[in-house]
DNA sequence: GTCTCATGGACAT
DNA sequence: TGTCCCTGAGACG
C-alpha cells in the first residue's frame, strides 16, 4: 500500500474531506499527545505529499508530517463528503484495493466513533475523522523542518517537475549499486517501493543487477518515463497494476488478441493474481517468455525478476 | 493460541 | 549488514 501513488491518493483525500476546515487533533493512544496539542483547534489549509512522505499544513504554520512506513494506516469516516474517500496503508493484501468508508448519504453523522485499537491520532471535524495507526513517523514540525525533510529526497515522479527526468539519471549514472537497490533509495527517486521497482525494471527488460553507471542516459530517461506512468495510474486506480488486459486471463496465460478484447470488455481491473508481472510470481512461468521467475534478497529486501526477460 | 510475513526506514556497527 | 520499531492478517496446530 503505502508506496508513493498511496500517500498522493491520501493527500489529495485530506484535501478534500478536511480542507479549510477547523480540526481537533487528539491521540487516542497517547505517543503523540504532545504533537496532538500543537495542533489541535487549527485549520487545515493544505495537503501535499512527496514520495511517500505526507505533510499536512495547518494555519499556525506548523505541520504534520506522517511516514506510514510497512504498518501504517489512515482510516476514514464521516457524512456525505467522506463517500468515496478510503482507508489507506496496511492491512494490506498484494492487489487489495482499498477499503472504502462508509459515508452517510443522509448527512446524519453524529461525531466520531469510539477509538479501537492504537491510534497514534485522530483528527475530526465537523463532517467526519481520520485514525492514523502503526506508523513510522507523526510528527509536528516547521516549515523550515518540512523543508528539510524534503532536501533528503529524490524527484518524485507523481511532482514530475521539469528537469526531474535528468536529475533521476544523473542520481543513478553516478553509482556502481545495482539498479534494483538505487531505485529503493528515496534520495535518488521518492515513492518507488518494492513492488513499483521490480515492476517497472521488468517493463524496462532491465538486469536488476545492472549497476547504475552501466545504464545508458537515455535508458535512464526512459525507465523515469515510465515509472512515472505507471505511478499516475497507480492514483488513478488506487493499487498498483503494471500488467495490460492482454495478461488479464484467468491462467495467467497470455491472452489471444479475442480474448484481450473480451478482458477489456468484461473488466476494468485485472484479477488479483495478473496485476503484475513479476512481483511475488517467484517460481512460476514469466508471462512473456515462460522462464522461471526468481526471487532474491536485496539490501533487506526481496526482489523479483526474470533472468530471461531481463539478462 | 502462536508464528510468520508484509508495498520502510532509521540507526548502529 | 544487522537490528529495531510498528500493526494486522493469514497459516498453522
Redesign the pocket.
Known sequence: ???G??VRRLARQFGDVFGGRRLSVSSP?G?FREGAALLDGHTLLAAEAH???LFLHFDNALVLHV???????WSFGGDSTFNGSSSIG???????QESFADGNDDDAYSGPPAP?????VRLAASNGWADL?????CEAITLAETDL?RA?LGPDPLVNRRGDAGRFAANLLGRKAPVAALL???KII????????AEVLFRRRLDPWLPGSNLADSEARKLWRDVVSVMNDGVADG??ITTTPRYWTANGKKAKPAAEAAALKSSSFPARDNAHFV??RDGLPCRVCRTTVLAA??????LYWCPSCQA
Open positions: 500500500m503505502p508506496e501513488h498511496s493512544q505517543r514520495g511517500k512522505h511516514h506510514l512506513g510497512l504498518y501504517g494506516a496496511a492491512p494490506r493484501r498484494v492487489g487489495e479501537v485499537g492504537a491510534v497514534r495507526r502503526g506508523a513510522t513517523t525533510v533528503r529503493m533509495d528515496q521518492a515513492g518507488v517501493g518494492n513492488v513499483y521497482r493499487r498498483i512481483y511475488k534478497d536485496l539490501v533487506g529486501r526481496r
